[in-house]
């Protein structure tokens, strides 16, 4: 698989703008995509091939912190929540990879220190997250899914931030309530209070979220049978988002769901993975628009380095 990794990285690098941005319509979340899959391969401003580039794209995300009071997002609309959560993700890894690199970035520890904050200021009152962030609500899981992940990083990173114990204790609780309320199932419902039944593009983010936060859900087996029943046979370009969700539950469960999920989506992925490195456009949530290949092809590549960029929860 490294070698799809390495293809994967190299088409990445291809699309980066001159001012160290990727994409056209969410550059600072497409930026963070990319430099999410570096690191998922250990690659760091030190590193031969793409040294040049990753410190292209932090310097990049610095850059809209710095101008926008340590907000990261392309435009302050509903999808800043987005955005900025991606990126702190982001450049949460990245400081943890770097700083012991020959000349580490200085600047990502104090625009962390001012970015990490608005994501736990950001929580609602129910312990999810929200378009646009905001106190008042519940959470939507897919937003909540990328700002988990932006704290889970930002602890990682050794550095401190007031409030993460809290914010992490009241995103345990939100999961436990996004959890189907007839338990029979497995699925995780993207709004708690809309009514509506789980789906299964959302059950991998809860199971993932909740490992992540050291809280692994009640419904984690359940869950991971169902998605596995489903098993992609052939590459869906527009299922990359809950595909990515589904490889990070799955390895971090190990054991008999990793071995039969493993058994099949790598394959179906090595096919799909098209000549110059990339793999087909995905439509997103219908929001990636233009940068659709790049969506896809990040995620795709996230999915494929889970071997050597998580360890399993165990461990």
Same mark, same amino acid.
């Given at each position: 698989m490294d070698r799809s990794v390495l293809h994967a990285l190299r088409w990445i690098k291809t699309q980066q703008h001159p001012n160290g941005s990727f994409g056209n319509k969410f550059p600072v979340a497409m930026t963070s995509f990319a430099l999410l899959a570096y690191c998922g391969h250990c690659e760091t401003v030190d590193s031969p091939e793409f040294g040049k580039s990753v410190k292209a794209a932090i310097e990049y995300l610095l850059a809209v912190a710095a101008q !926008? @009071?340590? /907000?990261?997002?392309?435009?302050?609309?509903r999808n800043l929540s987005y955005e900025h959560g991606i990126a702190v993700y982001a450049l949460s890894e990245a400081y943890s990879l770097n700083k012991n690199a020959r000349a580490p970035l200085k600047r990502i520890s104090p625009t962390l220190k001012v970015a990490v904050? %608005?994501?736990?200021?950001? *929580?609602? !009152?129910?312990?999810?997250?929200?378009?646009? /962030?905001? #106190?008042n609500g519940t959470g939507d899981l897919s937003v909540s899914g990328w700002n988990i992940q932006a704290l889970k990083a930002a602890e990682l990173t050794g550095l401190k931030f007031s409030g993460l114990a809290r914010g992490k204790a009241k995103a345990i609780r939100y999961l436990e309530a996004a959890e189907d309320p007839n338990g029979t199932d497995g699925f995780y419902r993207y709004r708690v209070t809309d009514g509506h039944k789980g789906k299964l593009s959302l059950t991998g983010v809860g199971v993932y979220s909740a490992r992540?936060?050291?809280?692994?859900?009640?419904?984690? !087996? =359940? #869950?991971?049978?169902? %998605?596995i029943s489903k098993n992609p046979k052939n590459f869906n370009p527009d299922k990359a988002y809950s595909w990515y969700y589904h490889?990070?539950?799955?390895? *971090? =469960?190990?054991? =008999?769901?990793?071995?039969?999920? !493993?058994?099949? /989506?790598? *394959?179906?992925? #090595? @096919?799909?993975?098209?000549k110059n490195g990339s793999w087909p456009a995905s439509k997103g949530h219908g929001q990636v628009g233009q940068d659709g290949k790049l969506y896809s092809t990040c995620l795709c590549t996230l999915m494929l380095e889970v071997y050597y960029r998580y360890l399993p929860s165990s461990k």
């Open positions: !926008n @009071k340590g /907000y990261m997002a392309t435009t302050r609309d904050p %608005i994501v736990l200021e950001g *929580q609602t !009152n129910g312990g999810g997250w929200l378009y646009s /962030y905001g #106190a992540m936060l050291n809280s692994p859900s009640r419904l984690e !087996n =359940k #869950a991971l049978d169902l %998605i490889s990070l539950a799955a390895f *971090q =469960k190990q054991g =008999k769901h990793w071995r039969d999920y !493993n058994s099949t /989506y790598q *394959q179906v992925m #090595a @096919k799909a993975q098209e």
